[in-house]
């Protein structure tokens, strides 16, 4: 009986643990989901539309897809995107390079970050 009660509360320990992963995920959602949901409106990962392609971003140096027409700051400013940059990006695109033509950011911190490791694994 002993045996009984405690591997019931093992396992509900176990499903507890589980529900609270599941929560946090469901709240900042995974970075597919948010990128779907805050950036394909204007950005595709394999084709530009109203802003750049963002396949492959991850390492690239702004302004660098020919086929796109950057603002002249962002065409200038010779960032590499990495976590700090696409960070800095997200949260206030104007801040980092003034001038430029995106006026969308992201507040949340934690969005930014599922959406920059998002981004990186397509390399």
């Known amino acids: 009986m002993k ?3 405690i591997i019931t509360i093992i396992m509900g320990i176990i499903v507890s643990a589980a529900f609270a992963i599941l929560a946090a995920r469901t709240e900042t ?3 597919k989901d948010l990128f779907e949901r805050r950036c394909a ?3 595709a990962l394999d084709r530009d539309k109203e802003g750049p392609r963002l ?3 991850y390492g690239r140096v702004a302004g660098s ?3 796109f027409h950057y603002s002249d700051a962002l065409k200038n400013s010779q960032i590499a995107w990495d976590e ?3 960070s800095k990006w997200l949260a206030g695109p104007d801040k980092l ?3 430029t033509d995106m006026a969308f950011h992201v507040e949340s911190a934690a969005e930014r970050s599922e959406i920059i490791a ?3 694994q397509l390399r």
């Open 3 to 5: 045996r009984f009660i």
């Open 29 to 31: 959602g995974s970075g």
């Open 41 to 43: 409106g204007c950005h």
């Open 55 to 57: 396949g492959g971003v």
């Open 97 to 99: 390079v003034p001038d």
């Open 65 to 67: 897809i020919g086929s």
């Open 84 to 86: 700090n940059s696409l």
């Open 118 to 120: 998002y981004l990186k």
